[in-house]
């Protein structure tokens, strides 16, 4: 009798001290999700302050996505950005500025051949407002670049933020077999 009075008693020693370390667990568990939670806080309320420059900077950025697709589906080229624009199925812009010059104004890019072909006597017709200049590039490689710089008189450098640049005839180069 005594040997099992000793036996549960020694059970029940043992039952209460797996409890006390599973409570003592617990309550590391619960403390330790304690400062995940006030840390994981934290970062909410860093990104809440914010998410109005983020939602500004992401609106901004739409209206400025949406203005140059209308600029494209008009033919026009965004003169105050360098990225490589597309003119037609076989050229593209890049580098492009304007800067004011003696009464209008002087864009400066470089015109690019996306065809395989080479190509020479390359004829473009730049227009900013009403107002228009012819310029011409020697021969470009396929792929190739050249610089251009076209002066455009009496056009205001506010109102020169967009053109249109309208390949016109060129000759391509190719051999016969």
């Known amino acids: ?8 008693q020694l059970l029940l020693g043992i039952i209460l001290i ?12 619960i403390k ?4 995940t939670i006030k840390t994981l806080s934290q970062r909410i309320e860093a990104v809440e302050k914010r998410l109005p420059k983020i939602e500004k900077i992401e609106k901004d950025t739409s209206s400025i996505m949406e203005e140059l697709q209308k600029q ?16 037609d199925k076989d050229f593209m812009v890049a580098k492009l500025s ?9 864009v400066k890019g470089t015109i690019i051949n996306g065809t395989p072909l080479p ?21 470009l490689s396929p792929g190739g670049s ?6 455009i008189p009496d056009v205001p450098p506010d109102k020169a933020q967009t053109a249109r640049i309208e390949h016109l005839e060129s000759t391509v180069l190719y051999y016969k077999d």
């Open 1 to 8: 009798m005594n040997n099992v009075k000793g036996s549960l």
């Open 146 to 151: 050249k610089a251009f710089e076209v002066y």
């Open 119 to 139: 190509q020479e006597n390359i004829k473009f017709r730049l227009t900013i407002l009403d107002k228009s200049k012819e310029f011409s590039i020697k021969k």
């Open 98 to 106: 304007v800067k004011p010059h003696l009464t209008g104004v002087m």
């Open 18 to 29: 797996v409890l006390a370390g599973g409570i003592g667990f617990s309550i590391y568990s």
């Open 32 to 35: 330790e999700q304690e400062k």
């Open 72 to 87: 494209k589906e008009k033919g026009l080229v965004d003169l105050t950005i360098p990225a490589v624009q597309k003119l």
